[in-house]
């Protein structure tokens, strides 16, 4: 295992969005997601383009192409962990904004909830 541990964001209902689009993919996408994830665990922050990308605000892009287009799947780093929030197919040449405020108000909740843990 490496330095950081990914998981799913799980939203109040249970549900992990970014688990079921995953899940959704041909087997052979879902490879090549697996083989990004063990990198991104392995490296974290350092793991950089074409691979990855920081948006801004804290949250991270993972990047790879598939049968249906570019799959983008957006995550943040908390302490030992990343999180993944979102995953779309991206069509267009900028990563759309409603994606990123996604992302970034799933981080917000998550904090949230550790620090009410604590």
């Given at each position: 295992?490496?330095?950081?541990?990914?998981f799913?964001?799980?939203l109040?209902?249970?549900?992990?969005?970014?688990?079921?689009?995953?899940?959704s993919?041909?087997?052979?996408?879902?490879?090549?997601?697996?083989?990004?994830?063990?990198?991104?665990?392995?490296?974290?922050?350092?793991?950089?383009?074409?691979?990855?990308?920081?948006?801004?605000?804290?949250?991270?892009?993972?990047?790879?192409?598939?049968e249906?287009?570019?799959?983008?799947?957006?995550?943040?780093?908390?302490e030992d962990?990343?999180?993944?929030?979102n995953?779309?197919?991206k069509?267009?040449v900028?990563?759309?904004?409603?994606?990123?405020?996604?992302?970034?108000?799933?981080?917000?909740?998550?904090?949230?909830?550790?620090?009410e843990?604590?």
């Amino acid at each position: 295992m490496g330095r950081f541990y990914c998981f799913y964001y799980s939203l109040s209902s249970g549900r992990m969005p970014v688990k079921e689009f995953v899940e959704s993919l041909e087997s052979k996408t879902q490879g090549k997601f697996s083989c990004l994830r063990r990198l991104l665990e392995e490296l974290g922050k350092e793991l950089k383009q074409p691979h990855s990308k920081h948006l801004g605000s804290n949250i991270f892009e993972l990047r790879f192409q598939s049968e249906v287009g570019t799959i983008r799947v957006l995550y943040f780093f908390w302490e030992d962990k990343v999180v993944m929030t979102n995953a779309f197919v991206k069509k267009s040449v900028k990563v759309p904004l409603k994606e990123i405020e996604l992302a970034k108000q799933r981080r917000e909740i998550f904090i949230g909830n550790q620090q009410e843990e604590r």
